[in-house]
């Protein structure tokens, strides 16, 4: 029986801070009542009557914080100071009780466990290094609105996460961002942060080998809060494509997953065919300054491509949006927007203003004739080895010219295997076993041979916990050299911490990527409109690359004065978009740097040797005659791969299937 009460008092007292309180208040009647009745009952001067004496009694209990206030008998004194006692005893407890819930409930708080009662808001589940710039181009997005609101998830303190995220961003522009800590992949976590009344879901993958299943549990966890159909749209990433096809199944008809490690291979494989090229994606896809928008143009109903493209003053059309989901851009001059058709530009907001037709003329006389360029082959360096390495030696072997070359150097156990290179590849691979940190196994190299270098450190683990301490240490090789001999090598780097990218020795013709900045930069993008994930998929995955910086004497003379609408008009010649443009004025400290966006067409400057103009180009980067489709609209589609086409939309007319 006593350990039943025990256990039953125990039970009790573990409920909450206001069980505790109710067992103390029960102690301290159990003991003042009785006390405070004996007092009364032992004073002569007590009342006759019952009533009057309970009075009493009352009185004395509600004053026990009087020590020795009762006279008389010492009996009666002692009783009264040890009632004081008894009082000042449960006064303390009281506090001590009352401390203690507040303590709990602000460590409830401090722990990140109450509801984010925000609508319209973004929200970001998970934890890694893609969270600063994912967190940052949100905060931008959620700038415009009344009460802007980014929630992160993540299995981490939410101090700590709100700590780092402050001095990462630093200033939010008013848009609050709310921390909290739980698992993404428990469906009563993701309770807290109100994701059915959210703008977007972001799924980050973590760094750890778990990583992808993380996403695909957090993915099934949304789906069974809020329906496989229902909800705002959700964007997610894996780091391995073996995942991609489940994470896609458990996203649903509303989500959108990207694979990391394949989009920054193709990002470092154009970075290294296109010096500057990093920089230029990056600024073209955050939300700073002018960036690809899809917006819908009805006034251009009917118009064809060539008059859209000078149709808008500080826009550049580079494509349409069809009705049916599909984005081809470069469409061919004579293509005309056909119903339901949304226009894709870039431009500084999504409702660019029309110019008129004295804002900028056109100079046909300073456009060279067109010349077919042929890309010859290349030679490319490529330093290190990584899970990463076998995707960009594929991108090579399928998109350089026949009779390419690719040298592999790498420590003894990595590189490519026998049997590992596909047998249609238009490079040949070699493969020189060194360690590329080294100084001397650089020296053994005719580096200033070579089109391209690509840097790539090793994968995160156990032994190699911070992988950017090799990057960095071939970069420092590289510069060294570079400093000997006066001569710039065209680098890129790829960069696994977003702190190690000012830590970068880099030359003037050398450029980093941040594995999974892009892919960051890409999820925010999508998560604002739908439609871009289309655009994105041929521009970065379809076509393998669809930007390029050209030399401006392609389209302009150099030397001659003339607006960026003929540089427009001429590169619609080459059956390219121009969007904006590089100038060689020296004061730019890297061919990163520098890129202009969407200028306005009346812009006029005169055009020099050295500068160069940001193009998105037609299919394999090959020019295309305006007469090879009447209508543009085929072209794109017969190059595409059946996987990636569109199964609800017929061909256009004049397509041609491969």
């Known amino acids: 029986m006593r350990q039943r009460a025990r256990y039953v008092f125990d039970r009790t007292l573990a409920r909450s801070t206001g069980a505790l309180l109710g067992w103390l208040a029960v102690c301290c009647l159990v003991v003042v009542v009785p006390v405070s009745t004996l007092l009364v009952w032992t004073d002569p001067a007590a009342p006759r009557s019952l009533s009057e004496r309970l009075l009493a009694v009352w009185r004395t209990s509600a004053e026990t914080l009087r020590l020795g206030g009762v006279t008389g008998a010492p009996l ?10 008894i009082a000042l005893l449960c ?11 507040l303590g709990d409930r602000l460590e409830e708080l401090r722990r990140g466990r109450s509801t984010v009662l925000e609508r319209g808001h973004a929200v970001v589940l998970g934890w890694s290094d893609q969270v600063f710039t994912l967190v940052g181009e949100m905060v931008a997005a959620q700038a415009g609105r009344m009460r802007g609101a980014v929630a992160v998830l993540a299995e981490r303190d939410s101090t700590v996460m709100a700590s780092e995220l402050n001095t990462v961003l630093g200033s939010t522009r008013g848009v609050r961002v709310v921390c909290r800590t739980g698992a993404p992949t428990d469906p009563a976590a993701l309770t807290l942060l109100s994701p059915a009344a959210a703008h977007s879901l972001l799924v980050v993958p973590g760094d750890d080998d778990a990583a992808n299943a993380e996403v695909v549990r957090t993915l099934l966890a949304l789906r069974s809060l809020l329906g496989a159909e229902a909800g705002p749209p959700v964007v997610a990433a894996v780091r391995d494509e073996r995942f991609l096809a489940a994470a896609r199944l458990a ?10 490690e394949s989009t920054t291979a193709r990002l470092l494989v154009q970075a290294a065919r296109h010096p500057g090229l990093a920089g230029a994606l990056r600024d073209l896809l955050d939300l700073a300054g002018a960036e690809l928008h899809v917006i819908r143009a009805p006034d251009a109903l009917g118009l064809t491509f060539a008059e859209i493209s000078l149709r808008y003053d500080r826009a550049c059309a580079v494509g349409f949006l069809t009705a049916g989901g599909r984005a081809l851009l470069t469409p061919a001059r004579e293509a005309r927007m056909g119903p339901g058709d949304r226009l894709i530009v870039v431009a500084e907001d999504d409702r660019p203003a029309l110019r008129t037709p004295e804002d900028a003329a056109v100079d046909l006389t300073v456009m060279p004739d067109p010349v077919p360029r042929e890309r010859r082959p290349s030679k490319t360096l490529l330093l290190g080895w990584n899970r990463r390495a076998p995707l960009i030696v594929d991108l090579l072997g399928r998109t350089a010219r026949q009779g390419s070359q690719l040298h592999v150097v790498s420590g003894p156990d990595d590189g490519p295997g026998p049997g590992s290179l596909a047998e249609d590849m238009r490079i040949t691979v070699a493969h020189h076993k060194g360690e590329p940190t080294l100084p001397h196994t650089l020296r053994t190299l005719d580096l200033f041979g070579y089109d391209s270098v690509i840097a790539l450190g090793p994968d995160a683990g156990p032994e190699r916990p911070r992988p950017d301490d090799d990057t960095l240490l071939t970069l420092l090789a590289l510069s060294a050299l570079e400093e000997e001999t006066g001569r710039a090598l065209p680098v890129v780097a790829e960069l696994s911490d977003h702190r190690s990218l000012p830590l970068a020795p880099l030359g003037p013709m050398s450029a980093a990527v941040v594995r999974g900045e892009l892919t960051s930069l890409v999820m925010a993008r999508i998560s604002q409109s739908t439609g871009m994930a289309a655009v994105f998929e041929e521009l970065l995955t379809a076509r393998g690359g669809a930007l390029a910086l050209r030399p401006a004497r392609h389209y302009v003379l150099p030397g001659r004065a003339a607006s960026f609408a003929t540089v427009v008009v001429s590169a619609l010649r080459h059956g390219e978009c121009a969007i904006g443009y590089r100038a060689d004025d020296g004061g730019a400290a890297s061919l990163d740097t520098g890129v202009r966006l969407a200028p306005g067409r009346s812009e006029r400057r005169v055009w ?5 103009v940001l193009v998105v180009a037609a299919p394999d980067e090959e020019p295309r005659s305006p007469e090879a489709s009447p209508d543009g609209r085929g072209t794109l589609l017969g190059r595409l791969p059946e996987s990636r086409r569109d199964p609800g939309s017929a061909p256009a007319p004049g397509s041609v299937d491969e």
């Open 251 to 260: 996203a649903g008809p509303r989500g959108v997953v990207l694979d990391v």
């Open 91 to 101: 006064v303390s407890t009281l506090v001590g009780v009352i401390t203690t819930g």
């Open 608 to 612: 020099a040797a050295g500068d160069h």
């Open 76 to 85: 009666r004194m002692l009783l009264s100071v040890f009632l004081g006692l």
